[in-house]
Each structure stands twice: as structure tokens, then as C-alpha cells.
């Protein structure tokens, strides 16, 4: 996937798992952001962050 941001169904697709599951991670990880000073959106993911994320097991 070559994308700027992750939306819920690509979320599910990478980490196998389900649609609340998926909107957990992506929550978890905005707040994250938030608390470093970006801009977020609901129910969307920096790509970059995520992958970054993903290595050190997000969930």
C-alpha cells in the first residue's frame, strides 16, 4: 500500500482483525499524535506513523 493515511479497512486488512479492533488502533494512535502537536482526522491514520508504530506491536 503506497498511501498517505490508512482508513479503517486498510487497518483491518494489515493487522487481521476486526472493524472495532481496527477503530481502537487508529484511535490510539491519533491520540498519540494529538499529544505531539498534529493535526488529525476520526476514523484515519498517518500511513508513515502507523508503519512506524506497527514495528514496536501497537496493540
Not at 486488512?13 to 490510539?28: E, F, P, Q, S
Amino acid at each position: 500500500m503506497n498511501k498517505e493515511v490508512y482508513t479503517k479497512n486498510d487497518v483491518m486488512m494489515i493487522l487481521n482483525c476486526k472493524k472495532t479492533k481496527a477503530y481502537d488502533v487508529i484511535r490510539k494512535l491519533n491520540k498519540e499524535l494529538e499529544k505531539e502537536g498534529y493535526f488529525t482526522i476520526a476514523g484515519k491514520v498517518n500511513a508513515k506513523y502507523f508503519r512506524k508504530r506497527k514495528l514496536n506491536e501497537i496493540y
